[in-house]
């Protein structure tokens, strides 16, 4: 009986928890209920994942309430495919979260932290179930304003500067949502995103549909910081601590991502969004630059946590070149490239934290030698670089091979010459730290340094491991992609 | 079945190696027992192969699908074959001569270089035997990464500015070129088995076709075409077996080993010769064989000279396999093994010059053969091998080469050959020369002190009884050099008796 609950328990869960949380003040038991609570909706997450594989769409009416009144819960492929990516992400950063935080935080702020960290994941969730466009703003911004606090905790002052930044910059993007999805409902009279898509030509596509599709793009476009609206990412990403960096570079751009798919092609439909108006071409442009721009950028950055953020935003841009190809292959690579990002990411900012836990920086001087000391944290950031520049037998190769063969397909021969050359230049950042890490004599005051502690080396490992299983055994990512894909173009 | 668990174990042999030689670092004598060990079992795993490749089989091995039609497979047909086994026969003799080296030369770190060789060896070897591009292009991938750590052996700031470049050439043109020529080809032709014959005969426009065999060529950077030759004279800052038999053999021949699977099983030698799109292949190859001679004789690092004579005798083999005959590509393979064997001697040899008197330059090794004799007697076997005159097993390669051009009616590269042999000549033979003509430094420090001797002449008194010199006297180089380095010597020698049967094993891939 329960397990048609399942698409709602899955947000319910943290929900209901975050503020058990506070409840139980003391660290323990706030650690233990966020972990509980992460682990069980990552498990309702797989159950539904197995549903969706072998039955195709769920639809779920809350409370009872059939669609064009009540909310409908609606799960396919894709949304399928993000919730086992936050979830995924969530219950391998919640165990890790628990050392980590013992040094960043003041003891007592933890039990607000974990139930800040429970609502984004309910949050980031929410949006991925849900289906009713309303409904996901609520809890897209459910999971900002939570992710504003999360970052607010981070060690360093300056982590208050950047999540005013990015909240700032977040409630533009919110609000630009909102104000569209606003418009839509002028125009079609619901909020359920399959009706709007079914009443949309219908109502014809007027000044009123256009301004929408305008806001929802820009607005999303903050949210997923596509090149140049990612000012607020860099800084967000390098003052917030360890933990809630390595979940929000995973999972919230990745969120952001699949809105703009969702309306752009389930929505406002493929015929409006790209035949239509010509939205396909600064998409590209933008993708392009984003691919190269930050990257650069990234190459000459000292604090190394820095260096992926940008090398984030860099990577957004490929997700959003698949989007730009509009087509069945180019979707696959993008969604597929979701999946693989937040793997990789993931793992190399634990990374990072496992080294801020022993040396307090991240600077890429004060890494000198580190791998003499620390040898199992480098070797997991070797691998999971390695999956970051797209070597074969990982990850990132995969996706780099979908984006490639879409861009063959369709016959854009200088797009897949500027795929491989960017990737070159993930090589270069990345090598920098290897080789400061590995090739460089460590200075005195490292001999003390140990290996981190197993709580921070299992979930980074876990994550490494994801790279190179996902990247040997694509059939998982590769088949909900492309599902995935296949729907949101319409075609069987 | 029992084929399949030898691909298997000649694979992975060197990976469980590499995990007892980690456990066992802190006890040299086991890790190397341990390596040698795992070396030999090698080999011998690679040796059951042999038969059924003899016998017209191809024993295949599929590991997994990564994607839908893309697998991670292993097929061993007669080149692949030759390339395992000289790969796995050569790390035997290498690990040897490792043991006498890096002892002699007390280097540091030297678990993490003997983890790092047997990962390499491992990834060479799944090079010869992979089934498909797709296969080739991984294991491409994991040799230069594990041979990195070696280039950067040392960690000085010399070794770490090679290691970009090795780097920095290897990965960009393997990612830059050779992925995007790989997915293109699977974009077209639907598959990237090694299928003999080709796969991309009528799937590709003839125009695009010299495209594709630029991105592969040039991709394929372990081939050292010229001018992306920059990262093997940069590699031979790593300590000398690595130079000897990754940057002489398994890395360099994995290359040209490459350019010759591509075009024999993707482009299809007719296809190519049909399209005439590799004109352009044969005149950089041959360019390259004569300006990398002609740089080798302005070295003065012997290291750094055997490096150019690399890179010229590497573009020997893509030059035979852009003629595309059946004589050239037959050749082309022979010379894969007969210039493993001569240039490893002559890295074995410049090691051991190199333990036994921390002599790097030619124009210091004046007089220097009396005291290694046996040494600088097998230099001249591994010159003369490479050069190319009976009875060494050069000569075979270079004749069989020669002949293709001929086939193809490109008679200017039989010139290029002659006159590349020449050059080597005049390379290679300096070396060994000097090594017992002119005086002996100390004679030319006496001779400046006074005491006039004549050179010549002093020589051979000196070379019988060495000479009470100042401080540590030079000797000949510690067995564990020696013996290797003689192996591979009379190496030279058996495959210019045995070359028929190389010759007939290899045939087979040309019909």
Redesign the interface.
């Given at each position: 009986m329960l397990s048609s609950h399942l698409p709602v328990l899955v947000i319910i869960i943290p929900l209901i928890c975050a503020p058990l949380c506070i409840l139980f003040r003391g660290k323990d038991q706030a650690f233990g209920i966020a972990l509980l609570a992460t682990w069980a909706s990552f498990a309702c997450a797989c159950l539904i994942t197995a549903r969706v594989m072998t039955e195709g769409q769920i639809s779920y009416e809350l409370g009872g309430w059939p669609p064009p009144i009540g909310i409908e819960i609606r799960i396919d492929a894709l949304n399928a495919l993000i919730l086992l990516i936050v979830s995924g992400i969530g219950s391998v950063v919640a165990p890790y979260s628990r050392n980590s935080l013992l040094l960043e935080y003041v003891e007592d702020r933890s039990s607000m932290f974990y139930s800040a960290f429970l609502l984004c994941l309910c949050g980031l969730m929410g949006v991925a179930v849900t289906g009713d466009a309303f409904n996901l703003f609520v809890f897209l911004e459910i999971s900002s304003l939570s992710s504003y606090v999360l970052i607010a905790l981070g060690f360093d002052r300056r982590a208050l500067t950047a999540s005013y930044q990015y909240l700032i910059m977040g409630t533009i993007g919110a609000t630009f949502i909102v104000i569209s999805i606003g418009l839509l409902y002028q125009a079609t009279g619901t909020l359920n995103m399959a009706d709007i898509a079914k009443r949309l030509p219908e109502h014809g596509y007027d000044r009123t549909v256009i301004s929408a599709f305008a806001f929802m793009v820009i607005g999303a476009g903050l949210k997923i910081a596509i090149f140049p609206l990612h000012q607020w990412l860099p800084n967000a990403y390098t003052y917030a601590p360890s933990t809630v960096t390595a979940f929000l570079a995973a999972t919230a751009t990745k969120v952001s991502v699949y809105i703009l798919l969702r309306f752009l092609f389930t929505v406002f439909g493929v015929h409006f969004s790209f035949e239509i108006l010509p939205t396909a071409a600064p998409l590209l442009i933008l993708a392009i630059l984003a691919m190269f721009i930050p990257s650069i950028v990234a190459c000459f950055q000292k604090n190394v946590k820095r260096v992926f953020a940008y090398s984030s935003v860099a990577q957004i841009g490929y997700m959003i070149l698949g989007i730009s190809f509009v087509s069945v292959t180019g979707l696959t690579a993008g969604i597929l490239h979701l999946f693989n990002h937040a793997l990789m990411k993931g793992a190399l900012f634990l990374v990072l934290g496992c080294i801020f836990y022993r040396i307090g920086s991240c600077h890429i001087d004060r890494m000198a030698g580190i791998a003499r000391r620390m040898p199992w944290t480098m070797a997991a950031f070797v691998g999971a670089s390695l999956s970051l520049i797209g070597i074969p037998m990982t990850a990132g190769f995969i996706s780099k091979w979908y984006l490639i063969l879409a861009a063959y397909e369709k016959g854009w021969w200088y797009v897949t010459v500027l795929i491989v050359v960017s990737s070159l230049i993930a090589v270069i950042y990345v090598w920098r730290v290897i080789e400061s890490a590995y090739f460089r004599e460590p200075p005195d005051d490292l001999a003390t340094v140990s290996e981190a502690p197993l709580s921070l080396l299992v979930p980074t490992w876990i994550l490494v491991i994801g790279n190179v299983y996902f990247g040997i055994d694509t059939s998982l990512p590769v088949g909900l992609a492309e599902l995935a894909a296949k729907s949101l173009m319409g075609v069987n | 079945m029992e084929h399949q668990v030898y691909i298997a174990l000649a694979i992975l042999l060197p990976l469980v190696g590499t995990i007892m030689i980690w456990m066992s670092g802190n006890r040299p004598n086991q890790r190397e027992v341990v390596t040698i060990i795992t070396a030999g079992l090698t080999f011998l795993c690679v040796l059951q192969l042999l038969p059924p490749v003899l016998a017209g089989e191809q024993p295949e091995l599929i590991v997994?699908e990564?994607?839908p039609g893309l697998s991670?497979a292993f097929k061993i047909e007669p080149l692949g074959m030759m390339f395992g086994l000289i790969a796995s026969f050569l790390w035997i003799i290498t690990s040897f001569y490792a043991i006498g080296y890096m002892r002699g030369h007390h280097e540091p770190n030297q678990t993490r270089f003997y983890m790092c060789f047997a990962i390499a060896i491992s990834s060479a070897l799944a090079i010869a035997f992979s089934g498909n591009m797709?296969t080739l292009?991984?294991a491409y991938?994991?040799l230069t990464?594990s041979t990195y750590?070696l280039v950067?052996h040392s960690?000085t700031d010399e070794?770490?500015k090679a290691?970009?470049v090795y780097?920095?050439i290897l990965?960009?043109t393997s990612?830059?070129?050779l992925?995007?020529g790989v997915?293109?080809t699977?974009?077209a032709a639907g598959t990237l088995d090694f299928t003999p014959g080709g796969i991309l005969k009528g799937k590709i426009d003839d125009g695009l076709v010299i495209v594709l065999l630029f991105l592969y060529m040039y991709g394929i950077g372990k081939a050292a075409l010229m001018p992306i030759h920059r990262w093997l004279p940069a590699a031979m800052v790593a300590p000398t077996p690595v130079s000897a038999l990754l940057h002489a053999v398994a890395v360099v021949k994995a290359g040209v080993f490459t350019v010759l699977k591509v075009i024999i099983y993707i482009f299809g030698a007719d296809f190519l010769t049909e399209t005439g799109a590799s004109v352009w292949l044969m005149c950089v190859a041959g360019a390259t064989v004569l300006l990398a001679s002609l740089v080798a004789l302005t070295k003065d690092n012997l290291k750094a000279r055997l490096a150019y004579s690399t890179i010229s005798q590497l573009a020997y083999v893509v030059l035979a396999g852009a003629l595309a005959t059946s004589h050239s590509l037959v050749g082309g393979a022979m010379h894969i093994a007969m210039h493993a064997f001569g240039k490893i001697t002559l890295f074995f040899c410049a090691g051991a010059i190199m333990v036994a008197s921390h002599k790097t330059e030619i124009s210091q090794m004046r007089g220097l053969g009396w005291k290694m004799p046996f040494t600088f007697a097998a230099f001249l076997i591994g010159a003369l091998s490479v050069i190319g005159l009976p009875p060494l097993g050069g000569s075979w390669s270079k004749w069989y080469i020669a002949l293709g051009a001929a086939d193809a009616d490109q008679l200017i590269f039989i010139a290029v050959l002659m006159i590349s042999s020449l050059l080597n000549i005049a390379y290679l033979i300096p070396v060994f020369a000097r090594g017992f003509f002119g005086p002996r430094e100390e004679e030319e420090a006496q001779m400046a002190a006074g005491h006039g001797d004549h050179g010549g002449h002093g020589d051979a008194d000196h070379g019988a009884s060495a000479p009470v010199g100042s401080g540590k006297q030079i000797q000949e180089a510690p067995l564990f050099c020696l013996v290797p380095l003689w192996l591979t010597a009379i190496g030279c020698l058996a495959l210019f008796v045995y070359a028929d049967r190389l010759y007939n094993m290899l045939s087979p891939i040309v019909k």
């Open positions: - | 997994a990564l994607m991670l797709f292009f991984i991938e994991v990464l750590p950067t960690q070794a770490r290691g970009r780097l920095g990965m960009s990612i830059g070129l992925m995007l997915i293109w699977w974009a």
